[in-house]
């Protein structure tokens, strides 16, 4: 997926607001800096800012829903017709900066959802990361919050640990009612760490919870390590997939996120590591101390998309 560039460059403009829309070398400027692989959305939106669109885009702020939804396929259709723009690209950068002023709820508001489609629910940006018949699984955007694993120290799994109690309890109070009826009750398979042999604790039931390290390969990319191990490091999987899992904070570098799954022992819990460009999105299998106040939460749910 590339959608962590899309998701960092809404991150930007959403904190600087709507007068961006209005400033056309600076829009330019952002979107030339953030985006570095996927450059047919840079191209495009550079496109929709250069031929005046995003302006329009703007004005459309404070108009009923109805109105936004005709206008916004107006200006695709402009765009197609009239510049020669694919209709996906044209669909992709419209609705990526109708999406950070919330014109649209989600970035496939008008068209079916897919797998790297971002989407608000509640007050977080999610990115759409598996799609079932009725439901799918979204990880969020951005981190919560900074939080140790567990509040104790000593031996502890999923099943016990406190981040899990304060995600499926404060955390999953924050949606409203009509958003926690979407939620989906989910039993989860808690399997002991895949190189070290640590127990995974029992299987759980939960509305609200983190990935695994064998759900982060799923759904980010499976290089092999995963079964083979790293020829170069006993300890993290470190392959072409780090950019697809780093997490770019505010100030441009990556955060280390807890994952669920037990790391080197017992009162290890396995992440994603943050820092530079040599371990921001590294799977650390080996893990860190549960207790650790600097890890941040990154949390997924599933929802019922009908």
Avoid at 12 to 41: A, E, W
Avoid at 151 to 173: H, K, M, P, Q
Avoid at 230 to 252: K, M, Q
């Amino acid at each position: 997926m590339q959608g962590h560039e899309k998701g960092n460059f809404i991150r930007h403009v959403q904190s600087r607001g709507l007068p961006l829309y209005y400033d056309k070398r600076m829009l330019t400027s952002l979107i030339s800096d953030l985006f570095s692989t996927n450059i047919k959305l840079c191209n495009s939106l550079k496109i929709v800012v250069e031929i005046g669109f995003s302006v329009q885009i703007a004005n459309m702020a404070s108009l009923d829903k109805s109105r936004q939804k005709l206008g916004i396929k107006q200006i695709i259709c402009s765009i197609v017709d009239e510049y020669g723009i694919e209709e996906s690209r044209a669909v992709e950068a419209v609705h990526t900066l109708a999406f950070c002023i919330g014109i649209t709820d989600t970035l496939d508001d008008l068209f079916a959802l897919e797998i790297g489609a971002l989407i608000n629910f509640g007050k977080y940006i999610w990115t759409v990361i598996n799609i079932r018949s009725d439901k799918a699984l979204l990880l969020c955007n951005s981190t919560i919050a900074k939080s140790q694993y567990h509040s104790a120290s000593g031996d502890v799994t999923w099943a016990e640990c406190s981040l899990r109690r304060y995600l499926n309890t404060i955390f999953y109070e924050c949606f409203t009612s009509e958003e926690q009826a979407r939620i989906v009750e989910t039993t989860l398979h808690n399997t002991d760490n895949p190189w070290f042999g640590t127990n995974g604790g029992n299987d759980t039931s939960d509305f609200i919870f983190l990935l695994s390290i064998e759900e982060i390969v799923t759904y980010f990319g499976d290089s092999g390590q995963l079964r083979n191990r790293n020829p170069s490091n006993e300890n993290w999987i470190a392959d072409e997939f780090n950019a697809e899992r780093a997490l770019i904070g505010d100030d441009g570098s990556a955060v280390w996120w807890w994952l669920r799954s037990p790391g080197l022992n017992s009162i290890h819990t396995a992440s994603i590591l943050g820092g530079g460009d040599m371990f921001g999105g590294v799977i650390s299998v080996r893990g860190d101390i549960s207790t650790n106040n600097n890890g941040t939460v990154r949390p997924a749910l599933w929802i019922s998309v009908f």
